[in-house]
């Protein structure tokens, strides 16, 4: 008949040692060597043992247990604190400051990609009809969206090169014109690249290509600071461009 017998753990090395019944206080590690339970001052020091019978396996030590345990925590507050906001604290003056996290500013730059002047797409369904300039200085290039006024969806897109005049037809309608700027194109998943690489803007006025009379009306828009400029703009998000 099989003895009945404990696990116990060695106090020094952690060695598991499978222990008869009854012989518990004058058991020795088979690892190490040592007396499992020394004695202090007269009692059996007290550590963790995992019962068993015959050979069924011990439970995981608690180390063991209590060091995963300690190695999510630590992934999940790193977690936390990545995601939301970073606090950097200002030791001058005791203040504590709020910085939010860019997470576009995360995302790889994409390569440069090639791209000719003028209509990149006409989204209307309509024919290009109405004359249309643009006209930029200075080392920044600037892709231009005309958008129905009323809906805000895409119509038409322009790449105009920085330093030069562009001309080209769009079809008839009224628009709002909005812009992405910036100096080395990236394709339109990027435009000319992630976080402050990419500017966006929209004008404040309408533009209203009509044709009456066998006269057709056009503009020109000159994208660059002037003192006695018309046409007034804003910053806007990427995500509304």
Known sequence: MPLDRTIHFCIRCETKNRIPKG???LAVCGKCGKQIYPKI???ISNVRTGKTRNKNRAHSSY???NFAGSLRLLFWLGL???FGYLWLWDGTDGKKISQRI???DLVPIADAVPIAPGIQWNKSGRSSVAPF???TRGEENFFVKL?????GADMVGVFAPAGRRTEVTVPLGV????YASGKTWRGESQYFGPGDLTSFSQSDSVFSFDSSGGRTTGYTVELFRQVDGNMKTSKIDRSRF
């Open 23 to 25: 012989q518990e206080a």
């Open 41 to 43: 001052d007269g009692n």
């Open 63 to 65: 180390a063991g247990a």
């Open 80 to 82: 936390v604190g990545f």
């Open 102 to 104: 860019d997470f576009e």
């Open 133 to 135: 300039e643009i006209v």
């Open 147 to 151: 958008v129905d006024a009323a809906t």
């Open 175 to 178: 628009y709002k014109l909005r």
